[in-house]
């Protein structure tokens, strides 16, 4: 069974520029996490879809959003870039929409911003 | 707010010796789980151990164990007969078992390094 995928593996953008980063959830699973894992600073909790719908979303800036697509994939989106936004993006999905259900983490997108 | 702490930014250990990575959060709920997640060199994270609150008896896989201590907020990891493969970036969680904060909260991590 194919594991959490992401895509682009990395992406190197400019200050104010947008970039999308994609995550495939496992097969049948239903929700969709998004952390950020800055240097030093741990995982930080960006967002969290299920059945298509945003259910939760960390302590970022709207310009952090995304979507989740009727097959459970999921788009993240930072628009404006900063330098401080250069970090590892990790995509989580799990079968069931509680956290108390494990997540499933994807390789990650290596995001860079000059 | 929910928080967690790992004390430790590095640890080593000598192969075959074993090793305890410590973990400490703050809560005010009753109903939720602890999971110990390893972060190699090649960055996927993965599921060592997970813990559900309710219960008393301490978590094991393999060569992990976890002492769970409720009162005291502490989740420690054990990680007996240490190998070269266990050099990793450990993580520490927390989940809430019902509500809306469907995500998990992490700590910083403890750097593993694994000595031949």
């Known amino acids: 069974e194919a594991g959490v995928t992401q895509s682009p593996t990395h992406l190197i953008k400019t200050r104010g520029q947008q970039a999308t980063l994609r995550c495939s959830p496992i097969s049948g699973h239903t929700s969709v996490y998004w952390y950020q894992q800055a240097l030093g600073l741990g995982l930080q909790f960006l967002l969290w879809y299920d059945e298509g719908e945003e259910r939760n979303r960390g302590n970022f800036p709207p310009r952090f959003s995304g979507r989740q697509f009727p097959n459970y994939s999921s788009e993240l989106n930072v628009n404006a870039l900063e330098l401080e936004d250069s970090a590892l993006y990790l995509c989580?999905?799990?079968?069931?929409?509680?956290?108390?259900?494990?997540?499933?983490f994807g390789p990650g997108t290596r995001l860079t911003v000059l | 707010a929910q928080t967690v702490t790992q004390s430790q930014p590095e640890m080593s250990v000598q192969e075959a010796e074993t090793v305890t990575l410590s973990c400490t959060y703050d809560t005010s709920e009753s109903d939720y789980y602890l999971f110990w997640y390893k972060q190699p060199p090649s960055r996927q994270m993965i599921l060592v151990i997970r813990?559900?609150?309710?219960?008393?008896q301490n978590a094991t896989e393999n060569r992990f164990s976890v002492n769970f201590q409720k009162a005291a907020k502490s989740f420690s990891l054990k990680i007996s007969d240490s190998q070269l493969g266990d050099a990793a970036m450990y993580f520490c969680a927390y989940g809430l078992e019902e509500g809306s904060q469907g995500n998990l909260i992490f700590g910083k991590g403890t750097k593993l390094s694994v000595k031949p």
């Open positions: 989580a999905s799990s079968l069931v929409p509680r956290a108390a259900d494990t997540q499933y």
């Open positions: 813990q559900e609150a309710y219960k008393q």
